[in-house]
């Protein structure tokens, strides 16, 4: 149970952008200018990606707050393996190229990039996309932990990086609630009502019970 929970934000991630760019390729007209369209991305000159001004994420892990081999958690206890795992993870991902590409379709990756750019782009949105996956699962140890300070920097930049991950929202919000800080629960709210989220009725609910619930 714990695993899919972890699991589920990037399933979310990935089945919204599926959905999204499903939808952003297959216009609401005719299929003639559906398959025009395919046809001229098919077509597109490649571009040399090094010489195009491309929004790469650069993560600030130096603000992340990593823990060392002799850390002991709240109850005196070691951690076990997982946290350390995690931490690496998010290290090495961190220093992969990573672009997040989901408001363009793949056609129109194609037509602006040339498709041979298609699997790099791909790759690089992939390694967004897992970064996010890696932050999220990171935060989520520590709030399950009782490392609530610590939580809070990792899950609001999970956030910061991408406003459609629910757990984030949900953790912040209780952590921010038990601490009496009702307005940042409210900071999250509007955050997540400018959202494109697929979730993000329900994530508006709960933000709302939170506050609701003070």
């Known amino acids: 149970m714990k695993v899919f929970i972890i699991i589920l934000p990037l399933m979310v991630l990935l089945v919204f ?27 597109a000159r490649s571009k040399d990606l090094s010489k195009l001004d491309l929004e790469y994420f650069e993560p600030d892990t130096a603000s992340l707050p990593f823990h060392s081999d002799d850390f002991v958690l709240p109850d005196g206890s070691a951690p076990d393996s997982e946290l350390f795992t995690i ?33 790099t ?4 949105d992939q390694n967004y996309l897992y970064f996010v996956r890696d932050l999220f699962k990171w935060g989520k140890y520590l709030y399950d932990n009782k490392l609530r300070d610590d ?46 989220s697929i979730s993000k009725d329900s994530i508006c609910s709960n933000l709302k019970d939170l506050i609701n619930s003070y």
Do not use: C
């Open 17 to 43: 952008r599926g959905i999204l760019k499903k939808s952003n390729s297959e216009p609401d007209t005719s299929m003639d200018e559906f398959w025009e369209h395919e046809r001229e991305a098919m077509f």
């Open 87 to 119: 931490e690496q993870q998010v290290l090495e991902r961190s220093k992969e190229p990573m672009i997040d590409l989901h408001e363009m379709s793949n056609t129109d990756l194609k037509i602006a990039y040339g498709p041979n750019n298609f699997p």
């Open 121 to 124: 782009l791909s790759k690089y």
């Open 151 to 196: 939580a809070v920097i990792v899950l609001e930049y999970t956030l910061k990086m991408s406003d459609d991950v629910s757990g984030a929202y949900s953790m912040l919000g209780t952590i921010y609630r038990d601490k009496g800080e009702i307005g940042r629960i409210t900071e999250l709210l509007h955050i997540a009502e400018e959202s494109d």
